[in-house]
């Protein structure tokens, strides 16, 4: 039997909210935390028991990250005046720079780092996701991993493997 979605949501919440800002960044990863959540409620009750929910939630959460993409391009707004980088959320002080570093990586390796060491997802899940091959998948996130141990001063994926699961 399956549980209330309620704890679907208390379970793997902090995880998909981590995915999502890592893959669209702080704002957008929060509507798009709050549309796949939407999205998982309605679909949960012809889920199969035996599914793997947070692969399942990755994926909803990816699809709403691709339709976020796509509206915030067709939607674009010229300002005159930008600040330099977004405000923090004191829920993610910790985490801060290395959301920063990982919103610095192209698309795919922002993808396959946050689907593998954020949500814990296998290579051939992604590959699924990112319409590629295992290989490719974990290509992307080594190079992904690598570009990121380049760049920083201090060991960021130590960060990742304390929240890898």
Do not use: C
């Not at 509206?71 to 004191?90: E, F, G, L, W």
Request: proline share 7%; no cysteine; glycine share 4%.
């Amino acid at each position: 039997m399956k549980p209330p979605f309620e704890n679907v949501v208390v379970q793997h919440g902090a995880t998909v909210l981590r995915v999502v800002r890592a893959v669209l960044g702080h704002a957008d990863g929060d509507d798009a935390w709050s549309e796949t959540f939407l999205a998982a409620m309605k679909a949960y009750p012809d889920l199969p028991a035996d599914a793997n929910v947070e692969a399942w939630l990755v994926t909803i959460a990816h699809r709403k990250a691709i339709d976020i993409t796509r509206a915030t391009a067709r939607r674009a707004i010229p300002m005159s005046d930008t600040p330099d980088r977004p405000a923090p959320s004191h829920a993610d002080e910790h985490h801060l720079e290395l959301t920063e570093a990982v919103a610095a990586l192209p698309p795919k390796q922002r993808q396959a780092v946050a689907y593998h060491y954020l949500a814990g997802l296998p290579y051939a899940d992604i590959a699924t996701l990112l319409d590629s091959s295992a290989a490719a998948a974990r290509r992307a996130a080594a190079d992904g991993i690598a570009t990121l141990r380049r760049s920083y001063s201090h060991d960021l994926t130590t960060e990742f493997a304390d929240d890898h699961h």
